[in-house]
């Protein structure tokens, strides 16, 4: 199989665990066969590679997740960085002229895109391999509707002509309020995951139709250029090349804290401590303070370097608005070499805890308008500051002034404390050279 993952947003209604960087899908709540933690997409990425060894997977997201992928799929991962975001439609073609111009397949094969958002079972996955099939002798799209469970407000529905396995369209519909869901169902509708197949040249005809661009670096120059869309927008509506199978593979929507806690088998997540009186309740802890829950029910917590969250189960899809007036720094991220955490800010300084995994390095960069200064914690590695290379262990300090060029690179797990100092301490203040 081809598949396309699409991975982007910034996941506001699971803060404080999810910020402009760190989506709901690379939150680690879920444990896998072997007891570890796992994330969203680390899940689905596994559930694919289990039915398919052979599947062809590329993500599509946004830049700002970039690192974030690589830290946790690996550096093989096939990945299809917008430059900037331009909603659905032109995030796939991207990732279809990558598929074609970098990664050489074929035109005329099926591709099936999916959400990387998905929390379902193993069996679903048969499904995409069924609809990749059925798509390349039949209609230009090919959906995958699933029965419904129950009137969801978190789904938008599809509408089939018959109650055959496979069938045309009738219509689609947005996501409802719940007396429209029921009405839907009532009518035959199936919810609306946002999978769908195709054969790669049928929406690359479709694409240059719509777009002016020759190849995957044309269309890359241009992007920024081109005009907000989702693919439902510019290629499923009115199109009477478009099909549903029919699948009842079982599907959860985890977009709030309260679905969530109910998907996942672990009530404790990090160190938190529940008192027997306690009932339905969840902790999630990022930090490494411990939480303390007493004669509270069907509550969860969340705790994390950008805040701290206590919500019943029945106000938890009701906090985003409150969380866009919070004007926050992010304070976690994954990055491609390991993670930081932000432990203070203050007027002309910030210190934060790197931690640099074996074998990777950080860009060699400078910055204008701050020093810094690295205290190594533990592990051993070296550093190359403006093109000296020396060994570095714990208890060794280096300093970096404004301007000069430096990395740092692990050869066993690197944990430094990083201070930055400077009266504009900014994420745009970076460079980045190319080791000589």
């Given at each position: ?289 411990p939480v303390l829950a007493a004669g509270v029910k069907d509550v969860v ?136």
């Open positions: 199989m081809n598949i396309i993952l699409l991975s982007g947003g910034s996941g506001k209604n699971l803060w404080p665990l999810s910020n402009d960087v760190r989506s709901k899908q690379f939150i680690k709540l879920f444990q896998n066969k072997i007891g570890q933690n796992e994330s969203m997409i680390q899940r689905i990425y596994r559930q694919i590679r289990a039915i398919d060894p052979d599947a062809l997977i590329t993500v599509a997201t946004s830049r700002s997740q970039a690192s974030t992928l690589f830290n946790q799929l690996g550096h093989t991962i096939g990945l299809s960085a917008e430059p900037m975001r331009r909603d659905t439609f032109p995030a796939v073609v991207l990732a279809l002229e990558y598929l074609k111009d970098v990664r050489r397949v074929d035109p005329s094969e099926p591709v099936v895109v999916c959400p990387v958002d998905l929390f379902t079972d193993d069996s679903f996955f048969h499904a995409l391999e069924e609809l990749s099939r059925e798509v390349v002798n039949g209609p230009g799209i090919m959906l995958l509707g699933t029965e419904p469970t129950g009137p969801s407000t978190q789904y938008g529905y599809i509408l089939p002509h018959t109650d055959d396995r496979i069938s045309t369209v009738k219509a689609f519909r947005e996501k409802p309020d719940e007396e429209s869901a029921r009405k839907y169902i009532e009518e035959g509708a199936l919810w609306n995951a946002g999978i769908f197949a195709f054969r790669m040249s049928y929406v690359l005809h479709l694409a240059h139709e719509r777009i002016d661009y020759e190849d995957y670096d044309d269309l890359y120059n241009k992007y920024a250029q081109l005009t907000p869309i989702s693919f439902d927008h510019a290629v499923l509506e009115n199109n009477p090349y478009v099909a549903v199978l029919r699948s009842d593979t079982k599907l959860d929507d985890l977009g709030t804290w309260n679905a969530l806690s109910k998907a996942t088998e672990q009530t404790i997540i990090g160190n938190g401590i529940v008192t027997p009186a306690c009932e339905n309740v969840n902790i999630i802890n990022d930090m490494d303070i917590i969340s705790a994390s370097q950008q805040g701290i969250l206590v919500t019943s189960r029945d106000s938890a899809e009701d906090i985003r608005p409150y969380v866009d007036q919070i004007n926050e720094k992010v304070m976690f991220a994954e990055k491609s070499w390991g993670n930081f955490k932000v432990l203070d800010v203050s007027d002309g300084s910030m210190t934060i805890k790197l931690t640099i995994h074996a074998g990777k390095r950080m860009s060699y960069h400078s910055h204008e308008h701050r020093d810094e200064i690295w205290a190594v914690v533990s592990g051993w590695g070296r550093t190359i500051v403006d093109g000296m290379e020396q060994p570095v262990q714990a208890g060794d300090v280096i300093t970096m002034q404004a301007g000069c060029r430096h990395t740092i690179i692990a050869i066993t797990t690197l944990d430094v404390i990083e201070i930055q100092c400077g009266d504009e301490i900014t994420t745009s203040d970076k460079r980045k050279f190319e080791l000589e």
